[in-house]
Structure formats: C-alpha cells, structure tokens
C-alpha cells in the first residue's frame, strides 16, 4: 500500500553539511533518512524537506514527507526510524498525509530564531546552539531597524547565492527581538527565506548592534539589490529552524 508518510524532524545541525543530498557526502540530514528509509524497506525513498537549512544549522521542527510502500502505519515508521538514526536527529512526530501533500511547497511560511550570547561568561552546554559572540549590542537599535525589513521586497542584497531563477522577493510578516540574562533572541516569521538570507539579515542587524549602521540605513541596503550592501555573514551555530505553517 502506498503512503505518503509526513513527518516532524529534530536535528543537531553541527556535524552535517545541510539538509540537502549531495553527491558523494554522506553528512547530510536528507542523505541520512533516506539512507535509512532504503534500508529498512528495500526500496529507494526521496524526502522531501520543508526547507534547505544550511550547514551547521539545526532544526527544532523541520518538515518532510516521503512515500513508501507499506503495510507499516505511520507510528510504526517512527519507531522504525528513530531506533537507528543517529542520536543528534530525531523523528518527533508522523502522520499518513494526503497523497498530493508536499512538505515545501504546501508550505505557507516559516519561523526561524538566531540565538546570540552577548554575556561575558560562557555557556559551555548550550555553546553549540548559539553564537557566543560576546559583547553587548544595542538591541532598540536593532528592532528599529527591523521595521524597515518587514513587508514585501526585493531582498536580493541579502542572499549570497548571486544567481537564481526563483524570485527573491520575499515577505517577512515579523521580526522579534528578545534580550534576556546575556542572550539576545532574534525571531524572523516569513513567507519563505533565500539561501543564506537569515543569517544575513542577523549579521546586518548585528553591525546596527554594534553601531556601524544606523537603522535608517536599511532602506538603501534593500534597494541596492547587491550582496556587498548588507552585512556580514551571521555563523550557523545560531540558527534554528523553529516551524513550518500549513493550512
């Protein structure tokens, strides 16, 4: 019988080079799931993923689906699948879907969150989830300069992938940001984010931070529609994608 099997996955991003197969690197979550689903069934499985998180990302819910011939319920494919993945990804929910359901492109938008350590004293145990950047940074400068990226636009300044057939027009609905015991919280909510995009966002907000940038600034980094505009590269150990939205 075949299924369309969807699924809720947890990954500790640090050691794979993404979300995406690649060929000849095994260290990807795709490649993982797929690897496994292969082995359990027999059969080779395509997953399809909600989002490409890049590498050293994490994901606290990342969604995927796959279809697969089986007798097996969708419960029963969890249990399956989490008694021998690997212990930094994790299959926390699954559900047999509509067969015309897919993870990415039914997908309405996404909430991502980057976490940065200002505080002088280290967290050792949570140092992989977070940029321990250190220093502090002036956080109502930056949601003043939030304002200015939320909306519909153009955001090809903030990609660093320099050609592309998908639009970069994007609509970021909020952008939160939280200071709270030396960690600063900064939570994007949009349609859909271009490659690298939020860490770019996170790095131009942080220069505003830092007091390089003015907030007012933003509206001419969006429009020069040019990489070399907005800041830097924010480091991947920051980010994690926190929801996928469906109807």
């Not at 998180?53 to 279809?67: C, E, K, L, R, S």
């Not at 984010?193 to 942080?206: D, E, K, P, S």
Request: hydrophobic share 35%.
């Amino acid at each position: 019988m075949n299924k369309n099997i969807a699924i809720t996955v947890q990954y500790d991003g640090t050691r794979y080079k993404g979300w995406q197969r690649q060929p000849n690197i095994s260290d990807t979550i795709q490649g993982k799931l797929e690897t496994l689903l292969e082995r359990l069934t027999g059969q080779p499985i395509e997953v399809f993923g909600a989002g490409r998180t890049d590498a050293g990302v994490h994901a606290f819910a990342q969604q995927a689906n796959f279809h697969i011939d089986t007798e097996l319920s969708a419960e029963e494919i969890m249990d399956q699948m989490n008694e021998y993945l690997p212990r930094d990804i994790g299959v926390t929910s699954a559900r047999e879907a509509s067969p015309r359901f897919h993870s990415r492109l039914n997908a309405l938008k996404k909430t991502y969150c980057y976490r940065i350590h200002t505080g002088r004293v280290p967290y050792v145990f949570f140092s992989r989830y977070r940029w321990m950047r250190g220093g502090s940074l002036d956080v109502p400068a930056m949601r003043e300069a939030a304002k200015y990226m939320l909306g519909r636009h153009d955001f090809k300044s903030f990609t660093d992938r320099k050609k592309t057939n998908k639009s970069t027009f994007k609509t970021i609905e909020s952008i939160d940001i939280t200071e709270e015991n030396g960690e600063i919280t900064l939570t994007f909510t949009g349609d859909s984010f271009l490659y690298h995009m939020v860490r770019i966002l996170t790095g131009t907000l942080c220069e505003v931070g830092e007091g390089s940038r003015r907030p007012e600034d933003i509206p001419a980094v969006i429009e020069a529609k040019d990489r070399q505009a907005a800041g830097f590269l924010a480091p991947p150990e920051g980010l994690m994608l926190m929801r996928v939205y469906y109807d």
